[in-house]
């Protein structure tokens, strides 16, 4: 398939995503979500929370930032790559390089619109309220995006798994040393950080259309099989693109879809986060953390 057609195909995926809830919800629905949540209780508890989210993010990027230090021989083949993820040491392609990035940015715009018609299906309330209701959706995508990239930092500058095409014997010396100059990420392949992205807003935007609407059931399945079609798309790029292994843009999806999922659930009104200490002794403690998926 070519790059025009899978644009077009994006961009029909993504305008079915919003045009779904738009059309399908006469009715206008209660905001659900409230700044408080099972991490910030109060002005001492968020605070804490939000040094701690900051310091993940920043402890990341540190993280990462230490692993993109590289040497000539450092990009020279060595190992065995696992059958599952061989495929990837075969692919290589500047274009899908691109649409990847393409796809995230288009993932990004429609957050933001899909965030926007979620607001506007709200019931009919004074200034105050609905500034209050976008500021809890702020509050909630600066999480996520925080979370999410602190995270990703953390692990990639942590596990330092050089990128596949360090493995493509098809490229050149000269080749991969100008990638390395240019991308300075050879050693961020684990995990992917398009995919936790993308699913991460697929997760996000699903959860909160199928929380904050009214749409019918056919129409939230519409949204989820959407955005997460975006999603694997984007991930599925970074493969072809030869910038990760499969087993990267799975994990990255994994813990991207989680967190998307998670955010909006822990600002859910009634629902609330129960933490347990389970054992306290001299041989450790566990910890019992239950969070109300539905």
Known sequence: MSMRSMRWIYSLVVATALVSPWAASGQESEFP??????A?????TGIAYGSAVTGLYLLGGNRANRARAFSSADLASS????????????QWSDR??????????????????SLSVVLSRQESSSGSVARKNTATLALMAAELLLLNKGFTDLVKGSVRRRRPYV???????????????EEDDVFLSFFSGHSAVAFSAAAFVSTVVADATNAPD?????VWGSTMSVAALTAYARVAAGRHFP??????????????????????LGVDMQVQILNRGYDGIGLEVRIPMN
């Open 247 to 268: 087993s990267d843009v799975i994990v990255g999806a994994v813990v991207g879809a989680a967190i998307g999922h998670l955010v909006p659930r822990s600002h859910r």
């Open 96 to 113: 899908w390089d691109s649409l990847s990035d393409q796809l995230l940015w288009g993932m990004g715009v429609g957050t933001v619109a």
């Open 218 to 222: 056919w129409a939230k399945g519409i």
């Open 167 to 181: 493995h493509n014997q098809e490229l050149s010396s000269e080749e991969k040393l100008r990638v390395a100059r």
């Open 40 to 44: 910030i209780r109060d002005v001492p």
């Open 79 to 90: 190992g065995e790559v696992v059958f599952f993820d061989r495929y990837a040491t075969q």
């Open 33 to 38: 979500y409230a700044i408080r949540s099972w």
